[in-house]
Structure formats: structure tokens, C-alpha cells
T-cell receptor, first 113, second 113 residues
Framework: KNQVEQSPQSLIILEGKNCTLQ??????????LRWYKQDTGRGPVSLTI?????NTKSNGRYTATLDADTKQSSLHITASQLSDSASYIC????????????FGAGTRLFVKA | DTGVSQDPRHKITKRGQNVTFRCDPI?????LYWYRQTLGQGPEFLTY????????KSRLLSDRFSAERPKGSFSTLEIQRTEQGDSAMYLC???????????FGDGTRLSIL
């Protein structure tokens, strides 16, 4: 069964600190891997998208990495801000299955002042 | 704002009632998706439209659920004879094609009393 597992489930950090969120997946082959940010009560917003041939993608203070050999991705957040408090969801799309995206359960990040 | 819009944002109803939600996608997007999200989980796929054609339905979409996209633009999701287990956030997303990120609306939060 294709799965996307994220860790940790939740994380508390101090403002200004860096953090790294993990995503392990079993989807293979896959078309692309995306990271979304979801604020409480809002819909997810796309942060990064990587194909299987890419191993890093940045969007401001967010940097996603991908290791297709170990089927792992990470999202690194630099110099965290209070507004980074949200859920971060890893999403994998199987090859040839554009609508069959598989969502992880997300990591809930709390940034404290 | 030319993003995905959903209406209503919140719906509270008694068990057994019927409810209907509306989604207006980004105008040039021909792909439209419905998801259900419960607390602490990632979105779960419900159904997918390409233009007006409903191409896929999840087994989560019981016979009490029906979705339409009559003119290939807006879509509606109806739940008949609501049950308490239907309480969730219902998210709509649209995309230009299967390789582009899905743009999500802010969802309709359904609460069944």
C-alpha cells in the first residue's frame, strides 16, 4: 500500500531557530513530491514541488530535499517566525496518477516567542 | 481574489439533514478535486473532475455523497442523510493539469449535531 509517513507529529521551537521536518514514503514510482503549509482553518498552500530527478528546492526560508534512493524527503525551515506556526503536509503523486495524490498526516509546528 | 473559493465556510446541521457545498475553482483550471480532512489528519481524496466529467470516486464516497460539475466550472458536493461521522472539513482544490500544484480553497467545516 502506498503510504506517506511524517515525523515528528508535532514540534515546538523558539522563534529564530531552525527546524527540519521528515517525510518517508513508499510510493514508487512517483511523479512528484510536494510540501504544503496549512494554517489553522485554512486550505493547504503549496511551498515546494520536486520531481523524482530533483534533490533540492527552495522557497525563501523553506528548503525541501529529496532522496529517491531512501524514499525520504525533508523540509528545512530557517530562522523560524511566529507565522510559521502551521501544519506542514508532505504529498506524493504516483507516476501516471495525477489525481491519486497521497497526503501525509502532517507535522504540527508551533513557533514560540 | 482569483483563488479557489468555497461556500459556506461553516455549516452546522442536525443529523439526517441534507447539505450542499459549493466550490468555485480558478477559472482556467479544468481539474477539480474534493477532499475530506479530519482533525490531525491530512486531506483524504473523495472525487476528481476533469472539466464536467467525474473521472474517479474514492470508496470513501458512499451513496449518500454526490458531486457534480455541470458546466465544467463550479462544483457542488451534496451529502444526504448526514451522520455524525460526516463532521469534517471538506476541501476543494483545482489545478491546470496533473503536473501542476493543486490550489486549495479554505474549505467548508461541517458540524453534525
Amino acid at each position: 500500500k502506498n503510504q506517506v509517513e511524517q515525523s515528528p507529529q508535532s514540534l515546538i521551537i523558539l522563534e529564530g531557530k531552525n527546524c527540519t521536518l521528515q517525510c518517508n514514503y513508499t510510493v514508487s514510482p512517483f511523479s512528484n513530491l510536494r510540501w504544503y503549509k496549512q494554517d489553522t482553518g485554512r486550505g493547504p498552500v503549496s511551498l515546494t514541488i520536486m520531481t523524482f530527478s530533483e534533490n533540492t528546492k527552495s522557497n525563501g526560508r523553506y528548503t525541501a530535499t529529496l532522496d529517491a534512493d531512501t524514499k525520504q524527503s525533508s523540509l528545512h525551515i530557517t530562522a523560524s517566525q511566529l507565522s510559521d506556526s502551521a501544519s506542514y503536509i508532505c504529498v506524493v503523486t504516483p507516476q501516471g496518477g495525477g489525481f491519486k495524490t497521497i497526503f501525509g498526516a502532517g507535522t504540527r509546528l508551533f513557533v514560540k516567542a | 481574489d482569483t483563488g479557489v473559493s468555497q461556500d459556506p465556510r461553516h455549516k452546522i446541521t442536525k443529523r439526517g439533514q441534507n447539505v450542499t457545498f459549493r466550490c468555485d475553482p480558478i477559472s482556467e483550471h479544468n481539474r477539480l478535486y474534493w477532499y475530506r480532512q479530519t482533525l490531525g489528519q491530512g486531506p483524504e481524496f473523495l472525487t476528481y473532475f476533469q472539466n464536467e466529467a467525474q473521472l474517479e470516486k474514492s470508496r470513501l464516497l458512499s451513496d449518500r455523497f454526490s458531486a457534480e460539475r455541470p458546466k465544467g466550472s463550479f462544483s457542488t458536493l451534496e451529502i444526504q442523510r448526514t451522520e455524525q461521522g460526516d463532521s469534517a472539513m471538506y476541501l476543494c482544490a483545482s489545478s491546470l493539469n496533473s503536473n501542476q500544484p493543486q490550489h486549495f480553497g479554505d474549505g467548508t467545516r461541517l458540524s453534525i449535531l
